[in-house]
């Protein structure tokens, strides 16, 4: 059963290009949420996805958007590329909180590592 | 809004001996606590979870937590290291009760763990 998986492990932009990171989440998962983590830092939510829609969204500019897919993998897009957005990008999937589920654990995949020079 | 506080940014410690990481979170509501662990060049991997009931939460790799709601606290254990447990350790809270576990995650800055032999 393959787990999380991101695409591509390193890419290297200059600023004001734009970027874009996938993501297929583990089998049997609806759900893709998407963390950034700056060295040093622990992980900052950007957004989740469920449906094909944004459903929740943490505090990133609108240059952060999203895509989900009916295959529910996931894409990542940054616009207009600053240097502070090199960081390692990490996308996580779950299943849905359907069936009463008290919690749907995240499983994270190993992670983009941008850099932006 | 949730934010968690983790004391230390490292933690050195010999071989066998025991060891705690501490995490402090704030948040207005109930709320869902996790550790999560980190290898170098790897993803996020769960370590243990707390939901609701007994306070003492027991997880892998013979890690423990044991959540505090007066203290607001939620520190990680462990009674004897091994080398193999040097990594990056993140404390995670998400929003609790009906629904609110399929939110975006809060972590914390990281608590690096080094195991002097």
């Known amino acids: 059963d393959a787990g999380v998986t991101q695409s591509p492990t390193h890419l290297i932009k200059t600023r004001g290009q734009q970027v874009t990171l996938r993501c297929s989440p583990k089998?049997?998962?609806?759900?893709v949420s998407w963390y950034q983590q700056a060295l040093g830092q622990g992980p900052q939510f950007i957004f989740q996805y469920y449906e094909e829609e944004e459903r929740q969204r943490g505090n990133f500019p609108d240059r952060f958007s999203g895509h989900q897919f009916p295959n529910y993998s996931s894409e990542l897009n940054v616009n207009a590329l600053l240097l502070g957005d090199s960081a390692l990008y990490l996308c996580?999937?779950?299943?849905?909180?359907?069936?009463?589920?008290?919690?749907?654990?995240?499983?994270f995949g190993p992670g983009t590592r941008l850099t932006v020079l | 809004a949730q934010s968690v506080t983790q004391l230390d940014s490292q933690v050195p410690v010999f071989e066998e001996a025991p060891v705690e990481l501490r995490c402090n979170y704030s948040?207005?509501?109930?709320?869902?606590l996790f550790w999560y662990v980190q290898y170098p060049n790897q993803g996020l991997q769960l370590l243990l979870k707390y939901l609701s009931g007994s306070t003492l939460v027991k997880g892998i790799n013979g890690f423990e937590a044991e959540f505090n709601k007066s203290q607001t606290s939620f520190h990680l254990r462990k009674p004897s290291v091994h080398i193999s447990d040097t990594a990056e350790y993140f404390c995670?809270?998400?929003?609790?009760?009906?629904?609110?576990?399929?939110?975006?995650?809060?972590f914390g800055k990281g608590t690096h763990l080094i195991i002097q032999p």
């Open positions: 996580a999937s779950s299943l849905s909180l359907a069936g009463g589920r008290l919690y749907n654990e995240q499983f």
């Open positions: 948040s207005s509501v109930s709320v869902y």
């Open positions: 995670a809270v998400s929003e609790g009760g009906s629904g609110g576990g399929a939110d975006g995650l809060t």
């Open positions: 089998s049997g998962h609806d759900t």
